[in-house]
């Protein structure tokens, strides 16, 4: 049973605003091909329309399925998935299908039809490409729109994101680099000002 | 006594790789007038040269210094600044210092005189604006290249983050929104894949 719920559009930049690694996923135009990638470098850019900006070098299978099908999906993964998710950041999908060979579930997004994971995943966002030729080719930084977004209720309520000891696993993941994945800990609630 | 060591800038990447919550500052060409706010949303973009996008409203007063000078600042808070962190991000520079109203010490940047937060920081780059008119407009997304780095070696040790038990005041913090951050907890070392 998933426990994904749809999250209102204008809460959707809160999914990465603490900064996560990510899955891209991404499939061709026409179905027959698709990928996963990992991320480190994304971030939101607008609240209204929901919009980020993720960095995809222009080499990868990836950057090649995102402007076939002018979509891609962000799945932000649970600690429990920092092996698979260090596994699909290193290995290229040219060569084979990475849902097929890490035996990966994916569920089609509701309005894009983008390749989504839900198993051991707190969040997705389902993006519509915006083409901004100058910025992917100078620093392969591309835009997209978020059409879409869920989050598992155990992890994401009411719009906010709820760090807690009994959801850990899917807590989200931050790369330092190599590997080495620190985890959410303490929750601290600042002062507001004045 | 400063614990800040300069940072290789091919490793200056890393300093922002996991999406910590960042204190943007910057100053007027002249000198006279400094700012200092809170941004969630950066991420780097290359590694070599090491460059960076960051969003500044363009409505704020960093952003109007940073086309004055040409020059900002990322300064990464620890654990410790969270109030700090919360209040720079929620009260505006044109009507007064607040380096000064919140007794904030600033040490200047050795290429661009940038000013720059250490004590209570776990780490900071200065970055030369580059100017992309489009992306500035359209996404509110600046562009600048890492000039100079350095963190502090309690922390940052040989090119690597090292979060431990005796550092936490230094970890970074990741904003989950309303003033609320998650800090950072169990690092996970993911098998290599294969």
Redesign the interface.
Known sequence: MSHFQPVALEHAS?LI?????VLVTSRSRDGTRRNIMAA???????FTPP?I?I?IDKKTFTRELLKDSGSFGICIPG?AL??L???VG??TGFEDDKFARLGIKAVAGPVLGVPLLEAGCSAWLECRWIP?A??EEA???C?GEVVAAAADERIFVRG??S?RDDNRAL?T??????????????????????
């Open positions: 809160r605003n603490h900064g996560p690694t480190a470098w994304s971030m939101p850019v607008e919009r900006a960095v600690a920092a092996n998710t260090y596994s290193s290995s901004e100058h910025t620093y392969d930084t835009f906010r994101w760090f807590q993941l931050h790369h330092l680099g190599a590997g080495n994945f620190v985890c959410g800990g303490e929750v601290i609630h600042a002062r507001a000002p004045g």
